[in-house]
């Protein structure tokens, strides 16, 4: 995995090591504004930015080498950020959602690949009722994790399908339910009200459930998924975030600001567009690659 983050994360990295790498004991300003650029480049935001330039003008003097300096202020910036994700014995539900194009449908069969391999048995249940091409795009990939799929009928309720998708899910002897739920923007208000709806219907069965709900976050598209992320956790209380195409963004620093405003783990994370592309996170793997 350390491979992954390290390919995956080189779009950043190497700006930022090339900057790092020529500061001296004592930092100028100009040094520290060429610095200070490829931390806001990176979207780490401006407040990390502002304590990694205090703290290298100061621990430099001391011999300390830039890049550890950077990683070590990370480090306290996003402790908890990893969680274990804790899945009970009794039937899971996990409620996967986020916007159009976020790499959501892709991210839910890779997801039930992982936790096939661990030993769940997923079923995978499409509350995509508004694109006719969302089920077909969903069990192809449910093929490719080797999972069961329960599809929906352009149209139909979601709520009514998520519901159904449970006991279905219940009387076949599976422990874990995925239900993929139609891509919207957070900025249309009847869409998100949607989401509350599936989730009181799920909760008609089991008043614990879902027991996760996760938000599908494009890093590509660094802090502009702040709003996005705020929306999503207002509507529907997100447990956890998944990262996806961290390997081709070059703003995945955004995971800085994103874990100091709303303080929810960062479960896995997309490395890739292969079925088993997807990894739990990991903070020291996520700073290596980083600096």
């Known amino acids: 995995m350390f491979s992954l983050f390290k390919k995956g994360l080189q779009k950043v990295s190497q700006g930022l090591d090339s900057v790092l790498n020529q500061l001296g004991d004592r930092p100028d300003a100009k040094s520290l504004q060429a610095l200070e ?75 039930a690949r992982l936790l096939k391999a661990r030993g769940r048995k997923p079923i995978i249940a499409s509350a995509d009722t508004f694109r006719a091409a969302a089920n077909q795009q969903l069990a192809a990939w449910a ?14 309720d979601p709520a009514s399908v998520a519901f159904d998708a449970r006991k279905a899910a219940q009387s076949r002897g599976h422990d874990t339910l995925l239900i993929d739920t139609a891509g919207r923007l957070h900025t249309k208000e009847k869409l998100m009200e949607e989401l509350i709806k599936i989730d009181k219907a799920i909760k008609k069965q089991d008043s614990l459930a879902p027991q996760h709900r996760l938000l599908v976050l494009d890093a590509t598209l660094g802090l502009n998924t702040l709003a996005q992320a705020k929306a999503f956790e207002e509507t529907v209380k997100l447990t956890g975030l998944i990262i996806t195409k961290l390997d081709g963004s070059s703003k995945a620093g955004s995971v800085v600001p994103l874990y100091e405003e709303l303080h929810l783990p960062v479960y896995f994370v997309g490395l890739g567009e292969g079925i088993d592309e997807l990894e739990e996170f990991r903070l020291e793997k996520y700073l290596e690659g980083l600096i």
């Open 37 to 111: 650029q490829k931390l806001l480049e990176a979207d780490l935001g401006p407040s990390a930015a502002e304590n990694i330039l205090q703290e290298l003008s100061q621990e430099r003097r001391r011999g300390r080498a830039a890049g550890e300096i950077v990683r070590e202020i990370l480090r306290k910036r996003l402790a908890g950020i990893e969680k274990p994700f804790f899945l009970g014995k009794e039937l899971q539900t996990i409620l996967i959602v986020g916007i159009n194009g976020a790499g959501k449908t892709t991210t839910v069969a890779k997801l």
């Open 143 to 156: 093929e490719r994790a080797g999972t069961p799929i329960i599809e929906s009928q352009t149209g139909a």
